[in-house]
């Protein structure tokens, strides 16, 4: 599975990014999908993950302000990120595993939150 990941930018504060993520090479069958972020000098984090069936779960402080879903017809997971603050920039990564993610990762995408 290859993922590669869009959508990254430079963004204000209070504002909206929506990430993408198109996985090739297999079906996502039966995998779950999800994003992680690093932030400078940071170790990565879970952002959020989706399973198969639709199920999303979100680092607790980021609920409400960040939505994830997936389109399995095109194999895509998105990120959509509201309310963004200095804080949440990071490099984000998308994942993907069977049923969780972790196994295979793309490459990154830099959000920057900055006036």
């Known amino acids: 599975v290859q993922l590669q990941a869009y959508g990254g930018g430079l963004v204000q504060p209070g504002g909206s990014l929506r990430l993408s993520c198109v996985a090739s090479?297999?079906?996502?069958?039966?995998?779950?999908l999800g994003w992680f972020r690093r932030a400078p000098g940071k170790e990565r984090e879970f952002v959020a993950s989706?399973?198969?069936?639709?199920?999303?779960y979100y680092r607790e402080f980021l609920k409400g302000r960040f939505t994830i879903s997936r389109t399995n017809a095109n194999n895509t997971v998105y990120l959509q990120m509201n309310e963004l603050q200095p804080e949440d920039t990071a490099v984000y990564y998308c994942?993907?595993?069977?049923?969780?993610?972790?196994?295979?990762w793309g490459q990154g995408t830099q959000v920057t939150v900055s006036s």
């Open positions: 994942s993907a595993g069977r049923p969780q993610p972790g196994h295979y």
């Open positions: 090479g297999d079906s996502l069958n039966r995998y779950g």
């Open positions: 989706i399973t198969w069936s639709g199920s999303a």
